[in-house]
């Protein structure tokens, strides 16, 4: 993989298609990208092995455009980050789905889910801020429109009860961690007008 992005931006630079700071930003795209890839591959290996892989699939690609727009909790290591994706949807798929409620109380998880993302700021990662405001906007925009699209999908679509719980954990769990974030932000503000 390594020779590939190479061999790209090694051809990038001699036809002169972008400047130093672009090449940088590619270099990290294409880090990202592998790193995603291999913690992707890991994780479907994981779930295949403990029976869960069609609900993995299901819940990751429901949940995949929200996290993607909204950002969240990310790390500088990628054992970290893997354990916590781990830990996340092994969370979402099988240990909170154990739980049994009544249908009331997952409408009810759904809609404070809808509500927390909705008033939290997006959380992108330190080495891929959002610069400008318009950038800031199309992706809230973006997170509220795909809400809206998301609730369709499991009240309309989908028929098993199963992945829609599932579904409905992994945006819960979403909601709390950028809760967690603009919660820790405000008090490191704070903390800074203290001292």
Known sequence: MKSISEAYIIKLQENNITDELGIIKIRYALAVLKNELIKTFILICIFA???????FLAVMLLILPIRVS???LHFKKNIPCFLFSLGYFISAICIL???QFGELTYYILLALSIFIICICPLAPSEQRPIISRKKYLQNKYFSLLYLVIFTLILLVFIKNQGIIIMSIWALFLHAIELLFLKLHKRKDDLTCLKN
């Open 97 to 99: 789905p154990a739980l």
């Open 49 to 55: 092995l403990i029976g869960q892989l069609e609900a």
């Open 70 to 72: 909204t950002g969240g």
